[in-house]
């Protein structure tokens, strides 16, 4: 297994739809992140997630509304979104929030492209 | 904004050359790196220099960190084809908690 798992890798969904994205690490990591990856933009930080609580919501639209079970998983549910949602999404890990400061390194997943029609 | 900001957008090389790319960025720092990103995969992370840090080598990689202009660049010698890649630079700042903000990135491509 891969440190980080994005599932599914292509997504094509309507507006009106419901669908979630998921990842999976297993680095052992207490932090996890969404980050949003759009065409000639830089990479958008979209939600923190420490120890299971959010600690960042990055003035992201409610039509995404993520969920974090326990410190290895990581879900974005999708709904109603427009077509300028379409874009690549990446979730990362770190060791934790406090790690960050000194080593600095995210682990990232694949990506899940998604597209809106 | 913390965002920061690669310099060139784009960089097409022989295999061989040297590459160089730049990045600048907005506000005080607590560390810099860089990372690689091939065609629509995930980000994978190179290399990491700390605000109190001039320079720093791996492999063929080396960084420099100007913190009086707020700048870094990323030299790849002796580049390969394998090189063929999207570059970031992301900067890790402390804003109520650690923040990692990414740029643009440059596409560096390799010509065999």
């Known amino acids: 297994e891969t440190g980080v798992t994005q599932t599914p890798r292509h997504l094509v969904m309507g507006m009106t739809n419901k669908k979630s994205l998921k990842c999976e690490q297993h680095?052992?990591?207490?932090?996890m992140y969404w980050y949003k990856q759009s065409a000639k933009k830089p990479l958008e930080l979209m939600f923190v997630?420490?120890?299971?609580?959010?600690?960042e919501n990055n003035s992201v639209p409610s039509r995404f509304s993520p969920e974090c079970p326990n410190s290895s998983h990581l879900f974005l549910h999708l709904h109603t979104l427009q077509p300028e949602d379409s874009a690549l999404y990446l979730c990362a890990s770190s060791q934790d929030l406090i790690q960050l400061i000194i080593a600095g390194e995210l682990f990232f997943g694949e990506g899940s492209r998604l597209t809106v029609l | 904004s913390q965002q920061g900001e690669e310099d060139p957008q784009a960089l097409s090389i022989q295999e061989g050359e040297n590459a160089t790319m730049n990045c600048s960025y907005k506000?005080?720092?607590?560390?810099l790196q860089w990372y690689r990103q091939n065609s629509g995969r995930g980000l994978v992370h190179l290399i990491l220099i700390r605000s109190n840090e001039r320079e720093k080598h791996s492999g063929r990689l080396r960084v420099t960190l100007d913190t009086s202009k707020k700048s870094s660049s990323l030299l790849i010698t002796a580049s390969r084809a394998a090189d063929t890649a999207s570059y970031f630079c992301a900067s890790s700042y402390s804003g109520g908690y650690q923040k990692v903000t990414f740029g643009i990135g440059t596409k560096l491509q390799v010509i065999p």
């Open positions: 997630y420490s120890l299971e609580e959010r600690v």
């Open positions: 506000t005080s720092i607590n560390n």
């Open positions: 680095l052992g990591h207490n932090a």
